[in-house]
């Protein structure tokens, strides 16, 4: 039930976030943010915006995908490091900011 | 012409023939560096793409 | 009969593989070292009497091909037909793990599932019902531990493995058909198989420990990959690495060593007393002092090996690839690249290919052009040489040479980010983060006798024949007479080397020698040190007596009238310019462009004559108080190279710009 509103969800929002997230993503209306944002803590995703198909198959294979928990162990200006389904990984800044939490 | 030089010779031919042998029989093998660490394992594509019995199909 | 090895990167693949072949393939531990495939026999304690073929697949997260890894593994198991299949599965990682798992299942080969790290799993607390997965997956499941000699489980599964060749397997878990081609269609597919897993770990795990909390390997990584401590903390193990090899334990092994060659090619020149000299010079100076020289490096070489053999086992260089990503940034490359530049450190051509795992294809084309500049293996005898004879052994000079060397790649990757102009560009960076284990002294020490028995191949054939043939060269000249003393400019050699050393002048090496010299090493790296010794009759280039790199000293820094600046030069373009012949191999089939390889070569040159145009120059400024000898040709050499790297900047923004322009005009008139 949950991945299915947030596969909707997605497709959606994307569109219509776009030019928002450039921008500020303080005002998000829907409060998100991403895990560039948050202090470390467990989060369930709520989205994936990599704009790049292969990232995007290659991090669900991972076990990084909508509605799957996500933990971040520690936070740096540039990466973070990351707990998906028991494998620890180093994101950087970029790819952290493409995950909505 | 003494013992030591006749002896010198031959071992320089012998020398020079197996090192060259080696090498012309490494390239048939289609090696593709000589005295290379890597040049039987599969971490290297360079030297699996040489040889014959490769990787895959 | 064929068994397929495949399974997540970091399950302990290539470990266990080693374990059941006797093989010594190297593992790294980050994804991405296995990048192809290979196959071997396993060991007859295993198969028995049976002849049973291994193949070491690369490590691949799914069979959907999206890296190169993957795709070979993909690629072989759909058309290759293993009989069988072990699917090496991380025991501390189940649920990601078993989804790569159940595709194979899906295969009708025959499986068996190997646990493997379950020593770290009793460590940890965490239990798997072997039984109830087993039952799940309708396949036999074995507990292993492939980096234990005895009581590894090895054993017992491999035995299963040979026993279901030719059986059938029903898979618990059947993908739907759908349309391969749509998207969504694929992805929620993807999602189902993903729920399927997740109930399977859900009945079958227990974990005292819950990686989602920190522990003690946490605030390891967190000095690890702070960015300034990190960093320094990095730096000083590289310093620690090579000046343990090559100012302390691996110049006191190679003293003993060179001590005995120097014995031996003494015995030979004694005997030869009475022959034609040349017969002497041949045997004792050319083969025996030749390769002598290059071999009596060989202990700094393997204590290198060593060491970072040791650094990739235990799990460091991952946290190094992360930590280094934000400065890679900012020269246009990113952490991956950091992978290339360590396995530069043993031979060039692995590490040309280890590119391959770089998925931007401008990224990827950089680090290869600029992998090289770190001194390889090969370059070691050349580093110790110059040290030892004009510096007295000191170990900055060793150390200067591979930071350098990482300065070069900094500076060559930030000007191919300003040549090729390109400002947008969205690169991400993951890595996995494996669990620190303590390195295997037994896999580094197999890995250090490995590339010694190489090291000794290569010198004993390649760098033999290079030497005697360059000894001829030398000794003859055009009519087949024997050159005279003190006429060696009339030598074969010497006719072909002086053109070269014209363009060296600028350098301060304008003699014919050391063009000589630098030209054969682009066969091999090593040849320089062999040609040198040939070419100046010297003998050892290590001193017996005082333990030190100093005694032939005086006589290499006479004999080949260099001063301590030019020799430096020296050593630093031989260091910086394009690599052997081999090594260019690699970037050609790599780069799969002939522009892209002649700016790199093109590249490589320029930078080792500019690098020693400026230490010469400057140097000689600084010491001598006015500039060297053809100062202003050397700085027109490199004003036109310059010019040449302007006129090629202008095209590629030229034709990028253009690309954009055609975008900009279907905009304006569909507005």
Redesign the interface.
């Known amino acids: 039930m949950n991945?299915a509103a947030a596969?909707n969800r997605m497709s959606f929002e994307r569109f219509g976030k776009m030019e928002t997230r450039t921008t500020d993503t303080s005002f998000d209306p829907a409060d998100e943010r991403t895990l560039l944002q948050v202090e470390p803590g467990?989060y369930i995703i709520k989205r994936i915006d990599?704009?790049?198909?292969?990232?995007n198959?290659?991090?669900?294979?991972?076990?990084c995908?909508s509605g799957e928990?996500i933990?971040v162990?520690?936070k740096?200006?540039?990466?973070c490091?990351v707990?998906?389904?028991?494998?620890?990984?180093?994101?950087?800044a970029?790819?952290a900011s493409?995950i909505v939490v | 012409m003494?013992a030591?030089?006749i002896?010198?010779?031959i071992?320089?031919a012998c020398?020079?023939f197996f090192?060259?042998r080696?090498?012309i029989k490494s390239k048939q093998r289609g090696a593709?560096?000589?005295?290379?660490?890597?040049?039987d394992?599969?971490?290297?594509?360079?030297h699996?793409?040489a040889q014959k019995?490769?990787?895959?199909? | 009969m064929r068994i397929a090895f495949a399974g997540n990167p970091n399950s302990g693949k290539t470990t266990m593989y080693n374990a059941l072949t006797g093989?010594?393939?190297?593992v790294g531990n980050w994804g991405g070292?296995?990048?192809?495939?290979?196959?071997y026999q396993l060991k007859k304690e295993f198969a028995g009497d049976r002849e049973v073929i291994a193949v070491?697949l690369?490590g691949a997260?799914?069979m959907?091909p999206?890296?190169p890894e993957e795709g070979?593994t993909s690629?072989?198991v759909r058309?290759?037909s293993p009989d069988a299949i072990v699917n090496i599965v991380d025991a501390?990682?189940?649920?990601?793990s078993l989804?790569f798992t159940t595709q194979l299942l899906e295969l009708g080969i025959p499986m068996v599932v190997a646990l493997n790290k379950s020593d770290v799993n009793a460590k940890e607390g965490t239990e798997i019902d072997v039984g109830k997965l087993s039952a799940k997956l309708n396949c036999p499941v074995f507990k292993t531990v492939s980096t234990e000699e005895k009581n590894n489980g090895l054993s017992e599964m491999i035995a299963k493995a040979i026993s279901l060749c030719g059986t059938e397997q029903k898979a618990p878990y059947l993908q739907a058909d759908i349309d391969l081609h749509d998207?969504a269609a694929v992805?929620a597919e993807?999602?189902k198989r993903?729920q399927f897993v997740n109930g399977i770990v859900a009945e079958v795990e227990t974990r005292k420990v819950l990686?989602?909390e920190?522990n003690k390997e946490?605030k390891i990584?967190?000095v690890l990959?702070?960015?300034i401590a990190g960093i320094l903390i990095f730096a000083g193990v590289m310093w620690f690495v090579f000046w343990v090899s090559q100012a302390w334990l691996g110049p006191l092994v190679a003293d003993w060593l060179v001590g005995y060659i120097e014995a031996f090619q003494e015995f030979?020149a004694g005997?030869?007393e009475?022959?034609?000299p040349i017969?002497s010079a041949?045997?004792a100076d050319g083969?025996v002092g030749g390769v002598g020289a290059v071999v009596g490096f060989l202990p700094l070489v393997m204590v290198m090996y060593f060491l970072i053999a040791l650094l990739e086992d235990c799990g460091y260089m991952?946290?190094v690839?992360?930590?280094m990503?934000?400065i890679f940034?900012r020269v246009g490359l990113?952490?991956k690249s950091v992978i290339p530049v360590v396995i530069g450190t043993?031979?060039g051509?692995?590490a040309?290919?280890a590119c391959?795992t770089i998925?931007d294809e401008r990224e990827r084309r950089a680090t290869t052009m600029l992998t090289t500049f770190i001194p390889c293996g090969a370059k070691i005898p050349v580093i110790a040489l110059f040290a030892g004879a004009f510096f007295n052994g000191a170990g900055w000079v060793s150390l200067t040479a591979y930071f350098f060397g990482l300065v070069l790649i900094f500076l060559g990757a930030l000007l191919i980010k300003v040549v090729t102009g390109y400002k947008y560009r969205?690169?991400?960076?993951?890595?996995?983060?494996?669990k620190y284990k303590v390195p295997s002294l037994k896999f580094a020490f197999r890995q250090m006798m490995?590339?010694a028995?190489?090291?000794?191949?290569?010198?004993?054939?390649?760098i033999?024949?290079c030497n005697?043939v360059v000894q001829v060269m030398q000794t003859f000249d055009w009519h087949f007479q024997v050159v005279e003393e003190g006429a060696e400019n009339t030598s074969i050699l010497a006719s072909i080397a002086s053109p070269f050393a014209i363009l060296l002048i600028p350098l301060g090496f304008g003699v014919w020698q050391l063009a000589a010299a630098a030209i054969t090493g682009f066969i091999a790296k090593e040849n320089v040190v062999g040609t040198l010794a040939v070419v100046y009759g010297l003998t050892a280039f290590i001193d017996v007596e005082e333990l030190e790199m100093t005694g032939g000293a005086n006589t290499v820094a006479m004999t080949m009238g260099l001063t301590s600046v030019t020799a430096l030069a020296y050593l630093f373009f031989n260091l910086y310019t394009p690599p052997c012949f081999?090594a260019i191999?690699?970037m050609n089939?790599e780069m799969q462009h002939k522009g892209w390889l002649w700016s790199a070569i093109g590249l490589q040159l320029c930078t080792g004559y500019t690098v020693a145009f400026l230490i010469y120059q400057f140097g000689t400024l600084f010491t001598e108080g006015h500039f060297g000898t053809a100062f202003v040709p050397g700085l027109i050499a490199i004003a036109v190279m310059v010019v040449v790297i302007i006129l090629i900047s202008r095209k590629i923004r030229a034709s990028f710009d253009a690309k954009y322009q055609l975008h900009k005009n279907a905009q304006t008139n569909v507005a």
């Not at chain 1, 198959?57 to 076990?63: I, P, T």
């Not at chain 1, 707990?83 to 950087?92: E, M, N, T």
């Not at chain 2, 593709?32 to 040049?39: D, E, N, Y």
């Not at chain 2, 019995?53 to 199909?57: G, Q, Y």
Request: proline content about 5%.
């Open positions: 991945s596969v467990t990599t704009e790049d198909e292969d990232m198959a290659f991090l669900f294979r991972l076990g995908y928990p933990t162990i520690s740096k200006k540039k990466a490091i707990v998906i389904k028991d494998g620890r990984y180093s994101l950087d970029l790819l493409a | 003494n030591a030089t002896i010198a010779v071992a320089l020398i020079i090192a060259a080696y090498i593709k560096c000589i005295g290379c660490p890597f040049s394992s599969g971490q290297c594509p360079y699996a793409a019995k490769s990787c895959c199909h | 093989r010594s393939e190297k070292v296995t990048v192809g495939s290979k196959e070491d690369p997260y799914s959907s999206f890296t070979i690629e072989y058309t290759a501390t990682n189940l649920s990601r989804f998207k992805d993807d999602r993903y990686s989602q920190t946490d990584d967190a990959t702070n960015p030979v005997q030869l009475n022959s034609p017969l041949l045997l083969i991952a946290r690839s992360a930590v990503d934000p940034k990113s952490g043993g031979c051509i692995p040309i290919m391959r998925r969205k690169s991400f960076f993951i890595m996995e983060l494996p490995e590339r028995k190489a090291y000794i191949v290569k010198a004993a054939t390649i033999l024949i005697t081999a191999g690699a089939s």
